[in-house]
Every structure is written in structure tokens, then in C-alpha cells.
């Protein structure tokens, strides 16, 4: 995934036939949790490591069991 600082970020997916497929969406962080939005629906990461190089996400606990 990619989050740029206009509030959408993409996502790449390996495509049917090989290669990869792009899914635009949008995210907006609140409170170390990351909201996306997307054609496929929404979605809560919670964000468990920051620094200035990396991000680590994990799903948040209720979307583990939807």
C-alpha cells in the first residue's frame, strides 16, 4: 500500500493473469487507527509500529471476525 498526504492511498493486489491490479481508495487516520475506504468496502488498521522509514498495520480485532 501507498499513503500519500491527500488522503488516498493505493493498494496492489496480483491480478488474475499475473501482474498486479491497483485499488484506489481513500484513508484518514484517527487516534493510531487508519480508516480506509474503498470500492470493496471499509476497513480499520490499527497502527502498531511507527517510525520515520516504517509503518506496520495490523487488522483491527472486529475485522478479523466479520
Known amino acids: 500500500m501507498r499513503f500519500d498526504r491527500a488522503g488516498t492511498f493505493t493498494r496492489w493486489i496480483i491480478a488474475p493473469a499475473c501482474g498486479f491490479d491497483e485499488i484506489l481508495g481513500t484513508w484518514e487516520w484517527r487516534q493510531g487507527v487508519i480508516y480506509i475506504s474503498e470500492a ?10 511507527l517510525t520515520d522509514q516504517r509503518l506496520c498495520l495490523q487488522a483491527a480485532p472486529g475485522l478479523l471476525y466479520r
Open 40 to 49: 470493496q468496502g471499509e476497513r480499520e488498521l490499527v497502527v502498531d509500529a
